[in-house]
């Protein structure tokens, strides 16, 4: 009952607290780093606590390079929050956006489209050239643990964010509404690639959860063509590329199929793609 109830309360719980936080009129920066840094002390210990595989919890030479990834790309998160709070005040832009709703209601209207241009471009990732390259960086973790979400090449997470943030954007939300669904989508990453023996249940069939996305990361090129959503999975079944079997095993090698071993450093990963 407990791997059941692991997903929806910490998950909803770390939400609730953004949502709260902003509900009080705390700066937007100040409620998103909360809920992050909060739902992040909870799933190291649940990792812990419940591994899904205990190697996975072993430092393999790659820790450091993934801190740096995270404090970078949260850093790219922030900055692009407050740069585009100061583009959307100096050009003004004829608003659609149905901005009477509730604060969380915006924010989830925002997440679809974000989360179906993040759907695309990953997938797409997985089929050109140079794309794959930068998405490499994603996929040459040999374990999954919590800071794998934020491992990106940050040039490929502003690629894969870009289409649905701008459609938004142009359509009239305000960047705080942008800043609350990436808040979002970062609580999400840390359980879709936590290393938490937890179950989803019902939920799998509308959130990309870590059950689904771990056959993402198989080895295998051919195998990862698999489970692209970021948060929601209903994109997987609607353009059939789920995968939902029950199956893989604990044990199963994920990461890159490359002959080369792929650069362990921070510096290494960013200009590996353009080798
Ligand atoms: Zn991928």
Redesign the pocket.
Known sequence: MFRYLIYPTFFTGASTVFFLLISLDINSLISSLTSILALGSVVYFLEKLLPYDPNWNRNIGDLSADILHNLVNFLLIYLSFTSLKFFRSIIPLPSVWPENLPYFLQVLLAGLYVDFGMYWV?RL??SFPFLWKL?SV??SSERLYWLNGEKRHPIHAILEGSPGILLVLLLGASSEIVLGWLTILSLHLMFQHGNMDYKAGILKKFFSVAELHRW?HRKKYRE?QVN?GAVFSFWDRMFGSLQKEEGFVTGAAVGLEREKSFPKDYLGQLTEPFR
């Open positions: 990953h990732s997985h998405h994603h996929h993402h990862t692209y």
